[in-house]
């Protein structure tokens, strides 16, 4: 029942049928994904991958997003290296997108092995590759939707178990596929659970996109050409959802398709750290700039003070970091980078702004206390500064919650912030025009071209 | 703990720390491996996924077993997608070996993974694969002892989950890890949960042992560059142990390794068929014989009579087959091919063997009736020719099982019978002879090009 479901709902969908919503959440979907892919090219968990698989490199037809030739050319290797490799940098630096309902990040698998087979395919249109991102997308959240939280809870990494599910269903979408061959599909990706939170805080987290990524890839490719799986993949008595969770609504959530739109809820992070600090920087970058406005700067704060929910303290109570990884769990760096730079981007969290004297001078100003009374994306921030003057900000939801969506300057300052140090900034700018307009392009792979 | 242990006994492991029944064991394991993926090479499934992913074959290093290239010449393609193909093809008979205690089909995962990136190696002996085979085989049974029966009850195929692992310390072995990188090898290969049961009956059941040898090797090579996972992959709360199964031993089997060896009991199939039709089939090729030195054939045949446990009617009770795969759900058919032609290998479940008019004459001639006092692999056959004359079969343990494990002669009868369809015999006995001695070769790289 499930699969059927989701093969025929995938199979009929149109562009036509999309609400102009939903298209435009597929759109900054591929545009944060296409941001984090760059920016993470050249992290050391993606090189290693890149480094250790190059033997097992195919035909070139797909591009390593960040990465060049010997001859400074786009690198390019075939769609399943590059699904796998694309997908391990888009979620490398955990900045990625999140259905916050699941905690999916969707896009990494989907985006990474639909791009890789688009490019291997040629002549694919905007249109056509935003229909099938949502195809994908859709389906693996539902999947989701029907297996949380006991599969999170077992010990599952959701993102890249529904993941490869999602990225087969693309890939179908995209190779037009018909219900029964797209049933096959899901089945292939279905019997690759791939992802156990065990990994998580090791390069084995972000391999887990790369290969749902290729591992749905996979299953379409197979599928296209005949080769079979079950027909009730998902639902079956012995089946995937069965396997993977104690308990699950898959048939309730999968009924919703096309009705309830899951990309809509999807969220982009505003800034390369743990979610619950993301109130407290929220609030700091607001007074950088209504300090700057009353004509102060972040030396003359004498004190600062933050009222935040107690998961805070827990998760990021780090006084002293001494690296930008540690830095992401201080809620002192956030706030300090917040005061002083009016930013926290990738930039804020390198080594070299962890210890800067400024820096820390400021982030020894800030105390917080934890307060059960906030929500968990609330806070209240005193600024008390050396003339007497106290300034206060009060966040009732974060900056990138579903309350308080990021906005459109919002989510190009955070591509072009990842995507420079790749590209420099005018290709950066370049990059971010072709991708805010993906929906239009005549060709995917013109478009890549100006990536 | 189990992780750890796994890793140091495996980096331990010498050649001259074998007993030389676990040496034979190895090569009877990997020459029954070879026979098996030369005669699924041509199967469609495997040609189907070799279509479907020529795209993305990479550096040709490795070898496809029974494949040849446009100039006839032998069909080479990167490791990772020989782990695959071969892996495919050494399972889609269903003829492969059996370690009893866990029904797992060892040397698939394994093997395939070895040998193509021994290949991509170059220069490996035969003694370093037999270890590095052993140590990939006793990972993966301990494993699979650890979660069995909880783990395959629950729906996975328990020979490509513990595949992968089994695959990746293999490989690790090879390429010579030490302890800590061989650890996080069998990370990478742990948190890559391949194999619904439910895909049972479809292409898809033999890509999963073709996709554990692939895991594996991906596992290895990430690792050998210094790829992390967790050094607790398997044994942590939220590990691979306790996510794949309500309960486990697995530090208990683990606790073994090296003092009961597993490979000592693998199993290797004397038919093409369902492990409770053997003792039928057994029983008439000795009647075969016997009466051929009595001065009898078939011809002279007026009834027969079969004694068989429950489950043989249950589960191969079919009458009439029509073609070759529902012969191998016939105890009529293996009893007639058996008396007639005194064999019952791939070649006697042949379409046209199923429909030959003198099998069919035999084939309903034969009876059977469940007799729940025998034994799973017991069986009396009662012959009654024409002239009067009766004659009884009584078989206690069937050929194949490990009270009669099948003889030196009848695995390479078995081999030669698998391989000439696609070596011819005489190339068949060439590659029989070279896989028979892998032990001692100086260059397995030299010994593929005999195969």
Not at 36 to 57: N, R
Not at 385 to 393: P, R, S, V
């Amino acid at each position: 029942m499930a699969t059927e479901r989701i093969a025929s709902w995938a199979v009929d969908l149109s562009y036509a049928s999309l609400p102009p919503e939903v298209i435009q959440a597929a759109v900054n979907s591929f545009y944060n994904w296409v941001g984090c892919a760059l920016g993470g090219a050249k992290h050391p968990t993606t090189t290693i991958a890149c480094e250790a698989l190059a033997p097992f490199f195919g035909k070139p037809t797909s591009t390593l997003l960040g990465h060049k030739g010997a001859a400074g050319e786009r690198a390019l290797t075939d769609a399943s290296h590059a699904a796998l490799i694309n997908g391990i940098a888009s979620h490398v630096h955990d900045y990625d997108d999140t259905h916050l309902a699941t905690i999916i990040h969707p896009t990494g698998p989907v985006a990474s092995a639909l791009l890789a087979q688009a490019e291997a395919l040629g002549g694919v249109k905007g249109e056509d590759f935003i229909v099938a991102l949502v195809a994908g997308i859709e389906a693996q959240c539902k999947l989701g939707l029907g297996v949380w939280p006991k599969h999170y809870d077992i010990g599952w990494h959701i993102t890249s178990t529904v993941g490869s599910i999602g990225a087969a269903v693309a890939v179908g979408k995209l190779m037009r596929l018909q219900r029964t061959p797209m049933q096959h599909a899901i089945s292939i990706a279905a019997t690759q659970v791939t992802g156990l939170r065990e990994m998580f805080g090791s390069d084995t987290k972000s391999f887990h996109v790369g290969r749902a990524a290729q591992n749905g890839l996979l299953a379409a490719v197979l599928a296209a050409r005949g080769y079979t799986g079950s027909l009730q993949a998902i639902e079956a008595p012995r089946g995937w959802a069965r396997v993977v969770s104690v308990s699950n609504d898959v048939d309730g959530q999968v009924a919703t398709l096309g009705q309830v739109w899951e990309i809509a809820a999807n969220a982009f992070k505003p800034f390369p750290c743990g979610i619950v600090v993301h109130p407290i920087i929220d609030a700091c970058i607001q007074l950088h700039h209504e300090m700057a406005d009353a004509g102060f700067t972040a030396t003359d704060i004498a004190r600062v003070h933050a009222r935040v929910h107690p998961l805070v303290l827990e998760l990021t109570g780090k006084k002293t970091p001494q690296d930008g990884l540690q830095a992401k769990f201080s809620v002192y760096h956030g706030g300090a980078v917040g005061l002083v730079l009016g930013k926290a981007g990738p930039a804020q969290y390198d080594d070299s702004v962890v210890l800067r004297a400024e820096i820390i001078q400021l982030r020894d100003k800030i105390s917080a206390t934890a307060d059960e009374t906030l929500g968990a994306d609330e806070t209240e921030v005193t600024v008390n500064l050396g003339d007497g003057t106290t300034m206060k900000k009060h966040i009732q939801h974060a900056v990138g919650s579903l309350e308080v969506p990021m906005t459109t300057a919002q989510l190009e300052d955070k591509f072009i912030d990842q995507v420079s140090p790749v590209l420099g900034l005018q290709g950066a700018m370049r990059a971010s025009k072709a991708c805010r307009a993906i929906q239009d392009a005549k060709s995917v792979t013109e478009l890549v071209k100006e990536i």
